[in-house]
């Protein structure tokens, strides 16, 4: 099984790298490369805006919890599901109007200060940087599951994904991803209705049986304050992260970012029932998971032939490379288009397509030193829902914004971020950040006011 997976990976390994080297010819600035010349329309951008999403923590992710928590495994994916209603409901619109080319910059067109953009940036990028190494984590689980705990494979096909990220940038993010996307969506819908309607596995989504099937999990170890983060993190981070927004700044109209941003929504909350789906399989049916592997793929090998078992991880791979390659792209924005470095005397392009080189490799780290996919990405949106939500957020509707307020407001939304990880508190700590965030912008603006 793992030459035929192999063979298919590579082949379709190839056909994304063509389509890269294809698209690449026709970038000739970072706008080209970091916002496909602000002109893209709303099939790719559908595509691409669920592609920065269905990656290894939407897919594995959900699955591992599923195993563990049943159906409350759909948390996750519910709270990026109306992350991506709200801003289809008019905040997409909002972002791509403000014709910038990071989150970060509206610190400096609203708040006036190159230091808060800067600042911003960095976060941003601490935070992406998070997500990107969950990615790296979901890859590495899926090759364990397939006996191929081989560290040069692993590396070799990290390093595929950097290459044609860096060949191509957005634009050619956008093609690969609206590919991956419908193959993945094929795949794994042809799987689940094979499994779950047409074959003899246990009816997870029978009505009568749901309470029984719950039962069988260990739902009732999570309380409110541990299951608040799984949907409120992801919710409020799409308001604000750089590689979604990234995607709004370069629709080619207003009204194609809001549109994109509902149908991704409506997707990701359908869709989501597929994995959870499979990760409740692999508990309800006993099957042993071996450590740092995955439920999704265990189930799904215990089910399937070897040609439908190399497809299944092919899509796998397609979801963790479509996120993957959208996460590098973004940090790479970030990094290239907030700071100044023009004492480097080199193409701006080309000290782009390094940038994002170096921020892939230096990725493949996180995968050493832990195995919960779930728990990197929360502990990573909360650094920025923290620190950034509420400055930001104000930028969607007000025009007088004050700097020393929004400082204030990072300042405490930090310590707030650092604090209550060690205090214990009645309320989930991720909304007691957000909370002393806020009161450090009205404080700052009543200081103002005052003076």
């Known amino acids: 099984m793992n030459i035929l997976f192999l063979s298919i990976f590579t082949i379709l390994g190839l056909f994304y790298l063509v389509l890269g080297l294809f698209v690449s010819r026709g970038i000739k600035t970072n706008d080209d490369y970091f916002l496909a010349g602000r002109k893209m329309g709303l099939f790719p951008l559908t595509f691409t805006l669920i592609a920065t999403q269905v990656g290894g923590g939407m897919m594995l992710g959900t699955a591992a919890q599923s195993y563990n928590i049943g159906y409350w495994g759909i948390l996750y994916t519910v709270g990026i599901g109306l992350g991506f209603l709200i801003l289809g409901f008019g905040l997409a619109s909002k972002l791509r109007e403000f014709n910038v080319a990071t989150t970060a910059e509206l610190f400096e067109l609203k708040y006036n200060s190159k230091f808060l953009r800067q600042v911003a940036s960095i976060l941003s990028i601490i935070t992406?940087?998070?997500?990107?190494?969950?990615?790296?984590?979901?890859?590495?689980?899926?090759?364990?599951?397939?006996?191929?705990?081989?560290?040069?494979?692993?590396?070799?096909?990290?390093?595929?994904?950097?290459?044609?990220?860096?060949?191509?940038?957005?634009?050619?993010?956008?093609?690969?991803?609206?590919?991956?996307?419908?193959?993945?969506?094929?795949?794994?819908?042809?799987?689940?209705?094979?499994?779950?309607?047409?074959?003899?596995?246990?009816?997870?989504?029978?009505?009568?049986?749901?309470?029984?099937?719950?039962?069988?999990?260990?739902s009732q170890n999570f309380s409110f304050l541990t299951l608040f983060p799984i949907v409120f993190n992801p919710m409020m981070f799409s308001l604000i992260e750089q590689d979604l927004a990234q995607r709004f700044f370069s629709a080619k109209t207003k009204k194609i970012a809001a549109l994109a941003a509902l149908f991704s929504g409506i997707f990701m909350l359908v869709f989501a029932f597929i994995p959870v789906y499979f990760g409740m399989q692999a508990k309800l049916n006993g099957l042993f998971i071996p450590a740092g592997s995955n439920p999704l793929v265990i189930t799904i090998n215990n089910i399937a032939s070897n040609l439908l078992l190399s497809l299944v991880v092919c899509a796998l791979a397609a979801a963790i490379t479509s996120t993957a390659d959208s996460l590098l792209c973004a940090i790479s924005s970030n990094i290239v288009q907030d700071f100044d470095f023009n004492f480097i005397k080199i193409n701006k392009l080309k000290f782009s397509k390094i940038v994002t080189l170096v921020v892939g490799l230096l990725s493949i780290i996180v995968a050493y030193f832990s195995n919960d996919i779930i728990g990197i990405l929360i502990q990573s949106y909360e650094l920025s829902i923290s620190c950034l939500f509420i400055p930001i957020f104000l930028c969607y509707f007000k025009v007088q914004l004050n700097k020393n307020a929004a400082i204030l407001s990072v300042v405490m939304g930090f310590a707030g971020f650092v604090l209550f990880r060690f205090l214990s508190l009645p309320v989930p700590k991720e909304l007691a950040s957000l909370i002393l965030s806020l009161f450090g912008y009205l404080i700052g603006s009543k200081l103002i006011k005052s003076n």
């Open 128 to 218: 992406l940087f998070g997500i990107l190494g969950a990615q790296v984590v979901a890859l590495k689980s899926v090759l364990i599951a397939l006996g191929l705990n081989n560290n040069f494979i692993f590396i070799l096909f990290w390093l595929f994904i950097i290459i044609y990220t860096m060949i191509g940038g957005l634009a050619a993010v956008a093609i690969t991803d609206t590919v991956q996307i419908i193959f993945l969506i094929f795949v794994f819908g042809f799987l689940f209705i094979k499994t779950a309607f047409l074959g003899n596995a246990i009816n997870a989504f029978s009505f009568s049986n749901f309470i029984g099937q719950q039962n069988f999990f260990n």
